[in-house]
């Protein structure tokens, strides 16, 4: 994977126009998902995918000026800073507020590569193409901000929150999910194994603390934020760090009473807790339908602790 800084400005072309395709598509999907339901909404997304390709065309043109007809390619997946993003066929039955969501963090997205493009190039008709669709990208934003029928506060207001979001919920919640599931099994492991609660606490400390120290790094690792607009990569690591560790210690804390069955008990009604916080954290800030929330929660935090009852048993 290659880092956005070593690309050269044939390079950034490239990645330009692919970007461009990739977002035309995405929108047409939209489209298509949202024609029957909402006919008038469907046509706005069609009309961003229709400025999409038009931006493609005028990328394509200043590269064939420049470099000829050969285009490398190279795709957002092979450039390290991009938001991983989920398949958009998982997301049907597509809901209008949902779509709107993901448009505006596209934009926001291929806004911020424009202007970090702009500033890395040096010949000044490519400077000045990729300044100007900056711009366009920024109208974009606020075209993709007022998409649903709901009224919003203001646009900024707007942008603010999907920057809270993405910067600061979206790493807390792949935190407490890692956290609060990946412990159970070997908290759990060590309870039945050894009817002793301190060996058990001592298990999740290290287990919790471990996997934080983990999650904090890796996150902080993937991407630099400037070409995401996530955020600093050490404020994303440190937020999704302590909430990994928080996650797995919430369930190991009641391992302090001497009692192991009471802990055990205690530790399963904090586990159960800990499931449903994260299931309306998915559904308030990620669009996921709150029954979709639950079952995929409940079900991967059922499968974790019963890995750790089979070990702990045997």
């Not at 000044?124 to 506060?153: W, Y």
């Amino acid at each position: 994977m290659r880092s956005f800084q070593s690309l050269d400005q044939r390079e950034i072309l490239a990645l330009a126009v692919a970007l461009e395709e990739e977002d035309a598509h995405i929108f047409d999907e939209f489209a298509d998902g949202l024609r029957e339901r909402f006919p008038e909404q469907a046509e706005k997304f069609r009309q961003l995918g229709r400025q999409e390709d038009t931006h493609r065309h005028r990328l394509l043109d200043l590269y064939r000026a420049r470099f000829g007809d050969h285009i490398p390619l190279i795709r957002r997946e092979d450039v390290r800073g991009f938001v991983k993003r989920q398949p958009f066929w998982r997301m049907r039955p597509l809901s209008l507020k949902a779509a709107q969501k993901q448009a505006e963090l596209i934009e926001m997205e291929t806004k911020q590569f424009y202007e970090v493009a702009a500033r890395q190039t040096t010949d000044v008709g490519i400077r000045q193409l990729l300044g100007d669709l900056a711009e366009e990208e920024r109208d974009h934003v606020e075209v993709a901000g007022h998409m649903t029928e709901a009224e919003l506060s203001g646009s900024e207001v707007a942008r603010a929150k999907r920057l809270f979001a993405l910067q600061i919920v979206q790493p807390g919640l792949q935190g407490l999910m890692d956290g609060s599931i990946s412990t159970l099994a070997p908290l759990f492991a060590a309870a039945l194994a050894t009817h002793k609660s301190w060996p058990t606490f001592l298990v999740g400390l290290a287990a919790s603390l471990g996997a934080g120290i983990s999650m904090g790094f890796a996150e902080a690792l993937s991407d630099d934020g400037t070409l995401t607009g996530r955020g600093h990569p050490w404020t994303r690591g440190f937020v999704c760090g302590m909430m990994t560790a928080l996650g797995g210690l919430g369930h190991t804390m009641p391992y302090l009473i001497d009692n192991v069955r009471t802990a055990t008990g205690i530790a399963i009604c904090v586990v159960c807790v800990e499931l449903g916080v994260i299931s309306w954290v998915r559904h308030r800030f990620m669009d996921t339908p709150l029954s979709s929330a639950i079952l995929q929660v409940g079900l991967g935090g059922f499968l974790v602790f019963l890995v750790g009852v089979i070990i702990g048993q045997s």
